[in-house]
């Protein structure tokens, strides 16, 4: 997830969520609904973990423990005997070796495995200002929660069921908390705050990467990157610092792109999404209806970055025929689109996408700037409630139950971590604390403009990475029904990207989803967008001439520190 003030969203809700030793091997296996076994080992935490910016825990506080439960699950036919890990890491300052915070995760790992020959993989979502809660209930962990997206997920009770798009026949998973989240706090004398920053955020992932290779003997495995939204800015920093601290990566997913903080709200990025939603509405104006949604998008796409961008730059000018054809694929009257001084990505004062709540307006609906389709009742109180506050987006407001009440059961009683603290799952104190300036690999500050104004962009970081480590795998997934990091602006990022060697280039795949912001909670496109991880996993690891390249680019860098 992002934040609302970047093109996304926070909030600062609480819920209840965690890991420490090497996850012992040959495990008793429980059910394959995921329940646990005798030999667990529950967790009870008494640490209070403050989420406020001057929060910290006391120095004394630097153990490891966790819980550990196991588990079996089937995937693809196949019975995977795993452990999940429940608990905290802590991370050093790299210079002076002293803890500086203590990083709350799951980990998900496969039983009996080598470490060579089985990958792992690292997931967060974004904000800034989020947990891992939302990726690990929702994508690729063994088990996942139940909702009716794109509807209303109804009050309890709710379901976890077991997960048959579960990523770990392909890949260990780590799920992390970044300070200020879940259970993740500084440890003092730093204070959260110290760790809310791009660069900063970074490099405390990085030192929590490196600590569960040295932990858990991973440092030969094949290594993953797993970030959604901010998760995917957080990705291209992390990846570059990663390399030049020595470890480099396999693969990188980059789930609904925020990459270049200036196209934030580009009419042109977001056409496509818009045309997308009132293709699913049955809005368009455009007869017969297209009957394949990826052809539609690229059509209106091609519109987008030609007759649309020409209208833009000519406004109050305009062709009636454009705009003609700009109504027919949004689906909004000519009249509006020249009041709008055709931008479809404006907002009002408040803060409403004036698409999102005009296009079913006649049907006292707006729809969700998450996903498109979903949509909630925008007239009386309703249409008055603060679009900023309490994750009040059609899209949030119809999972957020489940996900609250699911996460609480599932952390509590499955994987068997206690305590004392809330579990913050959205933080809107990080966000509003969150220091944009950032440092590209040129030395160049890409991060906040003299004015103050985020200009954060990290497509850079990315092509530095990959132009590095030249057999490095990257995904971009995105979903068409998303308005808030819109499919077509995540393409014109990555094309635009200082990226010029085509062989390095080919290693870049963009696929896209008939689903939202979180791609995955819609069933059909989950299932696509694993079977999309498999085949990078699998052309990842299968070369073997390209992994030694990798392992030998990584043991350069160790040797010559």
């Not at 042109?268 to 509405?281: E, I, Q, R």
């Not at 406004?315 to 689906?331: A, H, I, N, R």
């Not at 009683?413 to 690999?441: I, R, V």
């Not at 696509?528 to 990842?540: E, I, T, V």
Request: glycine share 8%; aromatic share 10%; proline share 5%.
């Amino acid at each position: 997830m992002t934040n609302s003030s970047s093109a996304a969203k926070t909030s600062s809700k609480t819920s209840s969520k965690t890991p420490s030793g090497t996850p012992p091997t040959g495990s008793s296996s429980g059910s394959s609904n995921g329940s646990s076994t005798a030999g667990d080992q529950p967790y009870f935490d008494p640490t209070a973990y403050g989420n406020g910016p001057d929060d910290s825990i006391d120095a004394t506080q630097t153990d490891e423990n966790a819980a550990i439960t196991h588990h079996s699950a089937v995937i693809g036919g196949k019975t995977i005997d795993y452990t999940a890990t429940a608990g905290h890491l802590v991370i050093v300052d790299p210079s002076s070796s002293k803890p500086d915070a203590k990083l709350f995760y799951v980990a998900f790992t496969q039983d009996n495995q080598t470490e060579e020959s089985r990958p792992v993989t690292f997931f967060y979502n974004g904000g800034p200002g989020s947990s891992s809660v939302f990726v690990l209930l929702g994508s690729f962990a063994p088990q996942r929660i139940k909702t009716s997206t794109p509807a209303f997920t109804p009050p309890a009770p709710y379901q976890m069921e077991d997960n048959p798009d579960s990523l770990l026949d392909k890949s260990d998973l780590v799920f992390i908390n970044p300070v200020g989240t879940g259970y993740s706090a500084a440890i003092a004398p730093n204070k959260n705050c110290d760790f809310w920053g791009v660069d900063q955020d970074a490099n405390s992932l990085k030192q929590f990467i490196k600590r569960f290779l040295t932990k858990n003997n991973r440092w030969n495995s094949p290594k993953f990157l797993y970030g959604e939204s901010y998760g995917t800015a957080r990705s291209c920093v992390l990846a570059y610092l990663l390399h030049e601290d020595g470890v480099d990566l396999n693969g990188i997913t980059l789930q609904s792109s925020i990459l270049d903080y200036t196209q934030s709200g580009n009419p042109v990025g977001a056409l496509p999404t818009a045309a997308a939603d009132a293709w699913f509405h049955r809005k368009l104006g455009v007869h017969p209806r297209p009957t394949d949604l990826l052809t539609f998008s690229e059509e209106v796409a091609q519109f987008a970055r030609t007759d649309y961008l020409a209208a833009l730059r000519k406004f109050p000018q305009t062709d009636d025929d454009t705009v003609e054809k700009l109504s027919e694929y949004t689906g909004i009257d000519k009249a509006t689109l020249i009041a709008w001084s055709l931008d479809v990505a404006s907002y009002d004062s408040r803060g409403n996408s004036l698409f999102l709540t005009t296009l079913l307006k006649s049907k006292g609906v707006a729809l969700g700037s998450y996903d498109g389709r979903v949509t909630a009742i925008s007239t009386g109180i309703a249409g008055k409630i603060d679009p900023n506050s309490g994750g009040n987006d059609p899209t949030m407001t119809a999972v957020t139950g489940v996900y609250t009440a699911m996460w609480n059961e599932y952390l509590n009683e499955q994987l068997k971590f206690t305590s004392t603290s809330s579990f913050t799952d959205l933080n809107d104190q990080a966000f509003a604390n969150w220091d944009f300036h950032h440092t590209d690999p040129t030395g160049a500050q890409k991060g906040v403009d003299a004015k103050g104004n985020i200009i954060l962009y990290t497509a850079g970081d990315l092509a530095a990475v990959m132009a590095l480590n030249i057999d490095l795998k990257v995904l971009s997934a995105n979903g068409f029904y998303d308005f808030v990091t819109p499919f077509y602006q995540t393409v014109l990022d990555l094309q635009q990207m200082p990226l010029i060697d085509k062989t390095v280039r080919a290693n870049l795949t963009a696929k896209f989803y008939p689903s939202g912001h979180m791609i995955y909670l819609d069933g059909g496109s989950r299932t696509q967008l694993k079977a999309d991880l498999a085949k990078m996993y699998q052309a990842a690891t299968t070369d073997h001439e390209a992994m030694g390249r990798i392992r030998a680019l990584q043991q350069r860098k160790i040797e010559a520190k």
